[in-house]
């Protein structure tokens, strides 16, 4: 490789706000190469009996184990999520990973669908070739994990972009995939920033699935629909929390300040809306406050830290916007609104109540430690508010009332709906989002099929 000609890709510490290293990044040749090593080198990959590739992930599995605080230190250091949350990420990936170790060949097994003297009609699954996935900074293990490990069961080689701010925790998991048995050119990690992203959906391969903004995913989607790839979407989302009136205030409050708060409110299913029942709405703003109040904010490398830095720099423009919006329109500032003075990105935990629809805070995704509540008179405003959004991934309810607040969840244009939790993923189920929260499934058995294509077999004789 030549140094003098080859970008380098600056890695951020969040926390500092200093350049901890810098890496080479691919570009369009050197991304052309990877696709074409992982094509030569797929068949043989696929070729494997599944028997096999389930022990090389089972080996992963194990590796992650073992390297639980190394790879929590990584991602602290370049994400800045404080350290305990890192390795509670790198736990979470453990159930991910025995979820789809243990559902793959049940998912993938050939099925004999008719029968009749002389002919059979069998349905078999063939792996998609060679993979694009293009990942996002926030949940690195999870997001990653949910395509590149079914991804490789299935046969796929896949060439692993993560992003510019995941590098080092992309970089990571490649060596513990190699030092597991997946064979180097079978998983590729691709670095760089958008121009690198884009240099691979115009390399030749056969599906790109892709984790990150609803921009950017517009971008990848109008590239997959020049080459006919198939695409999956998932990205972001404005997801909203309705509190009714017979909760436990004080339960409620802390379990919903956590769903909006948690990794400094950068997950996709963060609550990015509460909206509260007028019967209880004082009642309930105090007691959130109170527990925003006892967040602990300050270095992600220390264990008692709740709230780190942003993750990018450019992101405390967008909350300060929103926050000045949000006041100029009637919303009361009750904590928060602004950067912290220190080193690095940080934005103080951001708090605004009398929230409504003109407000850029109700209707934009955040993406950061900022809520907005709103006071509701009944079920039907709650429905028809927490409906008035672009985005579609994930819709929840508080209250002691099953019935009611399925009722309510029916009604909901989302992927996934929440009674009495938020800000959650099982591997058990279907994630996915409607609208602008994106096109496709991982995790499920619908996301293991999704890393592969059907055969359909005419069988005489
Ligand atoms: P971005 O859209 O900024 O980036 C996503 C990935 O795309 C990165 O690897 C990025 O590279 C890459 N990229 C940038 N430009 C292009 C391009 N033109 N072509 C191809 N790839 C490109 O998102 P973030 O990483 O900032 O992630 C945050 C977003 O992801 C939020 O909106 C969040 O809601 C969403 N998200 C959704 C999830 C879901 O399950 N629905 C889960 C997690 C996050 P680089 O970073 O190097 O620029």
Known sequence: MNRSTTQMLSIWNPATGEIIESLPTDDRGAVLEKASRAREAQPAWAARPLKTRLEVLQRFRQLVKDNLENLAHTTTRETGKPISQSRNEVKGLDGRLAFFLEATETTLATRTVHEEPGLQEQLAWEPLGV????????????????????????????????????????????????????????????????????????????AAFFTGSYSTGLRVAESAARHLLKTQLELGGKDPVYVMEDVNVATAAAATADGAF??????????????VHEK???????????????????????????????TRAAQIDVLEAQTK?????????????????????????????????????????????????????????????????????????????????????????????????????????????????????????????????????????
């Not at 948690?262 to 909206?275: D, F, T, V």
């Not at 209880?280 to 830290?305: H, K, M, N, W």
Request: hydrophobic share 40%; charged share 15%; glycine share 12%.
């Open 325 to 461: 919006d949000a006041v100029a329109q009637g919303g009361q500032l009750r904590r928060g609104g602004q950067r912290l003075e220190r080193a690095g990105f940080y934005f103080a935990p951001t708090v605004i109540t009398q929230a409504n629809h003109n407000m850029l805070l109700m209707r934009e995704e955040s993406f950061g430690p900022i809520i907005g509540i709103q006071k509701v008179a009944n079920d039907e405003e709650a429905v028809q508010l927490m409906n008035d959004t672009a985005y579609g991934l994930t819709a929840g309810v508080y209250g002691s009332d099953r019935a009611r607040a399925e009722t309510i969840l029916k009604q909901m244009h989302s992927g996934t709906v929440y009674w009495n939790c938020c800000d959650r993923v099982s591997p058990r189920l279907p994630w996915s989002g409607r609208g602008q929260s994106g096109l496709g499934t991982t995790l499920s058995t619908l996301g293991i099929s999704a890393f592969v294509q059907p055969k359909a077999w005419h069988l005489k004789g």
């Open 131 to 206: 993979v694009a996935n293009i990942s996002a900074w926030n949940y690195p293990y999870f997001v990653g994990g949910n395509v590149f490990v079914p991804a490789l069961l299935a046969g796929n080689a896949v060439l692993y972009k993560p992003s510019e701010h995941a590098s080092l925790t992309g970089q990571a998991l490649a060596d513990l995939l190699w030092q597991a048995g997946v064979p180097k050119p079978v998983f590729q990690v691709v670095l760089g920033g958008g121009s690198t992203g884009a240099a691979l959906m115009d390399a030749p391969i056969n």
């Open 262 to 275: 948690y990794n400094a409110g950068q997950s996709c299913c963060a609550i990015e809306r509460l909206y």
């Open 280 to 310: 209880i709405y004082e009642a309930f703003v105090d007691a959130f406050l109170e527990t925003v109040d006892g967040f602990s904010v300050g270095d992600p490398q220390d264990d008692r830290t709740y709230i780190g830095p942003l």
